[in-house]
Nanobody, 124 residues
Framework: QLRLVESGGGLVQPGGSLRLSCQVS????????VAWIRQAPGKEREGVSC????????DYAASVKGRFTISREFAKDTVYLQMNNLKSEDTATYYC?????????????????WGQGTLVTVSS
């Protein structure tokens, strides 16, 4: 019922940039917190960033703070993740996920609904 479609992944050199997009169903941004969560083989999942439905408050994992920026565009029903100064450690499948709550978002929270993911590979 709720659409979560990620795009923008690919191969990039260390130090490069990528912009991921998550297109969501209408009104999702009004009622759901949206997060980016990544999963790499052999590693635990990591909440990377999130943006709150309430007032747009954001949260970031320490590993990406200062390098990644999450934003939303209501007119396009889309959440973006701008990733700069990428490192090999950022290599993972990145998933867009949502949580229906009025609480401010946290990258440590559980997000029940995920998209299909988009693969980001950082390598020279």
């Amino acid at each position: 019922q709720l659409r979560l479609v990620e795009s923008g992944g690919g191969l990039v050199q260390p130090g490069g940039s990528l912009r991921l997009s998550c297109q969501v169903s209408k009104f999702v941004l009004d009622y759901y917190n949206v997060a980016w969560i990544r999963q790499a083989p052999g590693k635990e999942r990591e909440g990377v960033s999130c943006i709150s439905a309430n007032d747009g408050r954001t949260d970031y994992a320490a590993s990406v703070k200062g390098r990644f920026t999450i934003s939303r565009e209501f007119a396009k029903d889309t959440v973006y993740l701008q990733m700069n100064n990428l490192k090999s450690e950022d290599t993972a499948t990145y998933y867009c996920a949502i949580e229906n709550t009025d609480l401010f978002c946290s990258v440590r929270a559980n997000y029940p609904d995920w998209g299909q993911g988009t693969l980001v590979t950082v390598s020279s």
